[in-house]
């Protein structure tokens, strides 16, 4: 079963316009991790944050998280073409449990 | 080599013949995944390994699939009688230790068709 859900599904900006992708998770976590998937090429981490982390940076990615609300965002800032490609979060199920779950992805196409 | 290696990396096989993919994990990282990702669908999770703990199967869709790994190392996960179905690509990933607390490692991926 999946843990965490992207919306939106699909996002299409230009380049140069932030693109903002939210997870969403039904357990309570240890922490969150996004990940990007290229045409071609291979799944790659972008950043992980913990439980009692808000908020942290990464270059142009942005990523929050709101354990109330059980969900996380994503934020890249002054998108570039090379940005396309789909978006997966990634989480545990807390406590022992070191299952990883992912999400459906977002795709998203930055147009130049 | 220096990243998780898998192989093959295409394989295309008759309904209900046998298939065995491998993964090879990145030296030293105790934790391995596998993974099933459809067409422009997300991962789906099928087994983890931890160390010499009993492996999480939990994920797996029917008892035709199955996998081990030999000496905390190299995976193999095997579909028996393959349905048109089971066609996706297979991802592995290693990691230093098991849970979200540790930045996974993809192979490249098996490609499976079932004609």
């Known amino acids: 079963s999946q843990q965490g859900e992207e919306d939106p599904q699909a996002l299409s900006i230009q380049e140069g316009e932030n693109a903002t992708m939210n997870c969403s998770y039904k357990t309570s976590i240890n922490n969150l991790q996004w990940y990007r998937q290229n045409s071609g090429r291979g799944l790659v981490h972008l950043i992980l944050?913990?439980?009692?982390?808000r908020e942290k940076h990464s270059g142009r990615l942005r990523v929050t998280l709101d354990t109330s609300k059980k969900s996380s965002s994503l934020l890249i800032t002054a998108s570039r073409a090379a940005d396309t490609a789909s978006y997966f979060c990634a989480t545990d199920e807390g406590g022992n449990n070191n299952d990883m779950r992912f999400g459906a992805g977002t795709r998203l196409t930055v147009k130049p | 080599g220096a990243g998780v290696s898998q192989s093959p990396s295409n394989k295309v096989t008759e309904k209900g013949k046998d298939v065995e993919l491998r993964c090879d994990p990145i030296s030293g990282h105790t934790a391995l995944y596998w993974y099933r990702q459809s067409l422009g669908q997300g991962l789906e999770f099928l087994i983890y390994f931890q160390g010499n703990s009993a492996p999480d199967k939990s994920g797996l869709p029917s008892d035709r699939f199955s996998a081990e790994r030999t000496g905390g190392s190299v995976s193999t996960l095997t579909i028996q009688r393959t349905q048109q179905e089971d066609s996706a690509v297979y991802l592995c990933?290693?990691?230093?230790?098991?849970?979200?607390?540790?930045?996974?490692?993809f192979g490249p991926g098996t490609r499976l068709t079932v004609t």
């Open positions: 990933a290693s990691s230093l230790s098991g849970g979200a607390s540790y930045e996974q490692y």
């Open positions: 944050i913990r439980s009692n982390e």
